[in-house]
């Protein structure tokens, strides 16, 4: 495989002086090694989340749980913001983003492209704890949202066999177990594995909104 291209040039000036918070999130084109201490190193596609870029050649950027000082050439001009931060924190199973997107407002109702909500990617990408922030937001949270195909949160968690995921969406009581995708299967007809058919059956036999979460992960 080729080699990165990298920007021509070296790295600009240091910045010499702190700079307000500013949240916008960004995808490298290049690729970074940190050659000091406080400098964030990251790979070409990565997601950075920039918290300061006060200083127009370095910024202050998050890339999962680090974070650290980055070229702006290395980010700047070459990218876009991402449209759906959330959507994104979500799909990755970042959980300190995540949060913080919820604490400033951020909808956890949403919806990308092809009409999923956080909600919808937290799940099938099997991110407990990140299914159950949202959950616990504060806001009213559409748990029977269907996407462009029909398929709901739980049709995600029941076809990626994520069982806790699954069991924290049945202690919700307004959960809707019937819901039939464009393929005309409810989540019970897509389950992988036979933990959370036994889930949904108990549900669907008892009434879904009656389960206790369990605090173990997948």
């Keep these: 495989?080729?080699?990165p291209v990298?920007?021509?040039g070296p790295p600009p000036p240091r910045p010499s002086r702190p700079g307000k918070v500013e949240l916008t999130v960004v995808q490298a084109v290049y690729p970074y090694t940190a050659q000091n201490p406080d400098e964030l190193t990251f790979e070409e596609g990565a997601v950075l989340y920039v918290l300061d870029k006060s200083d127009p050649n370095w910024w202050k950027c998050r890339s999962g749980t680090?974070?650290?000082l980055v070229p702006s050439n290395y980010v700047g001009e070459h990218t876009q913001p991402l449209e759906n931060p959330l959507h994104e924190a979500s799909k990755r199973g970042n959980l300190p983003f995540a949060l913080e997107l919820l604490s400033a407002g951020s909808s956890p109702n949403s919806l990308d492209r092809a009409h999923n909500t956080p909600l919808h990617w937290a799940v099938r990408s099997g991110h407990v704890d990140v299914v159950r922030a949202?959950?616990?937001c504060g806001k009213p949270v559409q748990v029977n949202a269907q996407n462009k195909l029909g398929d709901t949160a739980v049709h995600g968690g029941a076809w990626g066999g994520h069982t806790e995921c699954v069991r924290l969406l049945l202690a919700r009581p307004d959960i809707n177990l019937g819901l039939k995708n464009k393929d005309n299967k409810t989540a019970l007809d897509l389950a992988k594995n036979d933990d959370v058919a036994s889930l949904l059956v108990n549900a669907m036999n008892h009434g879904a909104g009656g389960l206790e979460e369990?605090?173990?992960d997948d």
């Design 1 to 3: 495989m080729a080699s």
């Design 6 to 8: 990298s920007p021509s």
């Design 66 to 68: 680090k974070e650290g």
């Design 134 to 136: 949202i959950l616990g």
């Design 214 to 216: 369990d605090s173990d």
